[in-house]
């Protein structure tokens, strides 16, 4: 039977991994911590690790994983940024991964988000439950007619545009890859960022993190963007500049900024930390203190539905990692 080391496991993984397990014929031993260079050693004996967005498998983790035994890593996510793939190749190591589990859950949170700061509900929820129903403060804007700039239109970025479609907004669109087809049913159009920028209301991002994509909204993006205009990030936090974007909401430059990613978002996110009562990290806590805008810890992607299909495929990844890479279904890297 191959045994698999989970890590950064919590219950809600757990319990949908178990239910996977018993008909998968793996062994399963999940740990709460993240895996590193300094955990690797707790994979030992392990056919496979299994990781999330947080985990950091660098080449020394890497080398350490295969010192212990393991051939494969499986990635129960899409990103794979935590992974260093050159290395993973040389050391002769799988690397899988759930390439698409639910779109749909990623693209309507960047919705959720983007509703509740124009619409100001989160502060309304409070309000309403001391019976303050003043409305003084919560003035919105409609989403009809306004242009939405969609970066990346892989699986994501697409629902999401077809979404802005659907609430009446015009959409344009970049991706080195355009999806032509696509783009004219929908009436998207592609175009270069930085034609892109002057133009948006909203601007929401929808690509990966890789080398050439860290940081690509900075301080001269920012400057490029329309004075009042929103940010949405449900992608990776490196993509955006912190001190950049901090500044320009100091300037008040921008009207607001939704994240479900943060920058450093390791060893904060999916932790509670309220037993300590302050956040260490400086950059975080002066962005919290602004009131146009609103973070979620990295949960776009938290629904039943993507649950279920990450531990369906990752369960058959795993069962199938000794077979060649035309049964694992485009999920290897
Ligand atoms: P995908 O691979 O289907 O699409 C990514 C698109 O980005 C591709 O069309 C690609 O050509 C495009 N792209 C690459 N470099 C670009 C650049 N420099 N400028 C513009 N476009 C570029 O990926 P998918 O499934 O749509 O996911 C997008 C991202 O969403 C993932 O990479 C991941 O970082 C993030 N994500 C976040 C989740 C969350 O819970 N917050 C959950 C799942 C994914």
Not at 159 to 165: K, L, N, Q, T
Not at 206 to 218: F, G, K, N, S
């Amino acid at each position: 039977m191959k045994v698999i080391s989970f890590y950064d496991t919590k219950p809600y993984d757990r319990e949908v991994m178990l239910a996977a397990e018993a008909s998968a014929g793996l062994e399963f031993r999940f740990h709460d911590f993240r895996l590193t260079v300094e955990s690797a050693a707790t994979a030992a004996g392990s056919d496979a690790v299994c990781v999330f967005v947080n985990d950091k498998l660098d080449r020394a983790c890497l080398t350490k994983l295969v010192e212990g035994g393991v051939k494969h890593v499986a990635l129960r996510c899409a990103g794979f940024n935590q992974v260093d793939l050159v290395a993973a190749r040389e050391l002769g190591m799988v690397v899988t991964r759930v390439p698409a589990y639910s779109p749909h859950a990623v693209a309507e949170h960047t919705l959720a988000l983007l509703l509740t700061l124009n619409r100001k509900i989160h502060r309304a929820y409070n309000r309403v439950r001391e019976f303050n129903f003043s409305l003084a403060g919560l003035v919105g804007f409609d989403l009809y007619g306004k242009t939405v700039g969609i970066i990346g239109t892989g699986k994501i970025g697409r629902c999401a545009a077809e979404i802005f479609r659907g609430f009446g907004c015009q959409v344009l669109a970049n991706d080195p890859c355009p999806q032509e087809d696509w783009a004219r049913a929908h009436q998207v159009r592609y175009l270069a960022l930085d034609v892109i920028l002057p133009q948006v209301d909203i601007l929401s991002l929808h690509l990966p993190l890789t080398p050439q994509t860290y940081h690509l909204i900075d301080g001269r993006t920012f400057a490029l963007m329309k004075q009042g205009s929103y940010l949405v990030n449900t992608s990776r936090g490196k993509l955006v500049d912190t001190g950049a974007l901090i500044q320009s909401l100091k300037r008040m430059h921008l009207g607001g900024v939704a994240l479900d990613v943060y920058e450093e978002e390791e060893g904060i996110f999916f932790e509670d930390h309220s037993a300590m009562g302050l956040l260490g990290d400086d950059e975080l806590a002066r962005l919290l203190s602004f009131p146009n805008v609103l973070v979620t810890s990295h949960q776009a992607f938290l629904t039943n539905e993507a649950l279920h299909e990450i531990a369906r495929v990752t369960t058959e990844n795993l069962s199938r990692s000794g077979a060649s890479s035309e049964f694992l279904k485009g999920t290897v890297l």
